[in-house]
């Protein structure tokens, strides 16, 4: 079984307790029509393995509200109300509900919001804001992480191409050359790869050179 399909296994079996029966068949649709996307995945199992209210609820539908550098801000509307998750190619966040807003700082500056306030005037009617597609079905976004068309890749992300040899900078040998060791593992030779590798430049993601014939998601690598 693919790590993908244990994840939607194990969404499921959280649903069997959280979600109440008559809404079960939906919910699962909505679920099942995710099911090759780890980003709306890990908003599923974020959310059925800690129900908000604590109270038995179903997403209905999910929206994009915004999108930057592989980052999604989702809105998951359930029968209860509207949440708001933080979502990558590695793990949801839960931030609260909608109507609150933003509160954290710098996910405000992340998103270019001067506000919580501007962040709720922005979004007072959510249903202009588009649903949410999966990731990997937007051939303009990294399928690995998915950063747009022309952004830097998350550190990390195997589609990333070295600056030096021109091969996948996840699996070439540049990275223990240039810092003369054989592993790399404390986060601060990540930071001294990351330095070395901006003051190179690094390559960003293009959607025409990368994009159609990569066949993995991310979870399916892990
Ligand atoms: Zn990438
Ligand atoms: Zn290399």
């Not at 693919?2 to 939906?26: C, G």
């Not at 059925?48 to 209210?53: A, G, I, T």
């Not at 509160?103 to 919001?113: D, I, M, R, S, T």
């Not at 306030?117 to 597609?133: G, H, Q, S």
Request: glycine content about 4%; aromatic content about 10%; some cysteine.
């Amino acid at each position: 079984m693919s790590t993908l399909n244990q994840r939607l296994a194990d969404i499921k079996l959280l649903m069997r307790y959280a979600v109440p029966p008559e809404d079960l068949a939906k919910a699962t649709a909505l679920v099942e029509k995710h099911d090759t996307d780890s980003v709306a995945l890990h908003i599923f199992h974020a959310f059925y393995s800690y129900l908000p209210e604590g109270l038995e609820d179903a997403i209905t539908v999910l929206r994009l509200l915004e999108r930057r550098q592989g980052t999604f801000l989702i809105c998951a509307t359930t029968a209860q109300t509207d949440y708001l998750y933080l979502v990558t190619s590695e793990q949801a966040e839960f931030l609260g509900p909608l109507a609150e807003g933003i509160w954290e700082e710098e996910v405000l500056a992340f998103f270019n919001y001067e506000s919580r306030e501007a962040f709720l005037k922005k979004f007072t009617d959510l249903n202009t804001f588009p649903v949410y597609v999966p990731a990997h079905l937007h051939t303009d976004l990294c399928p690995f992480c998915h950063v747009a068309d022309g952004e830097i890749h998350t550190l990390g992300c195997p589609v990333e191409v070295c600056p030096w040899c021109g091969g996948q900078l996840t699996s070439c040998d540049c990275r223990f050359t240039l810092l003369g060791r054989s592993d790399l593992k404390s986060e601060s030779q990540l930071e001294e790869l990351l330095t070395l590798l901006n003051k190179k430049g690094r390559l960003p993601f293009s959607a025409e050179e990368h994009r159609p014939a990569y066949p993995l998601t991310p979870l399916d690598l892990q």
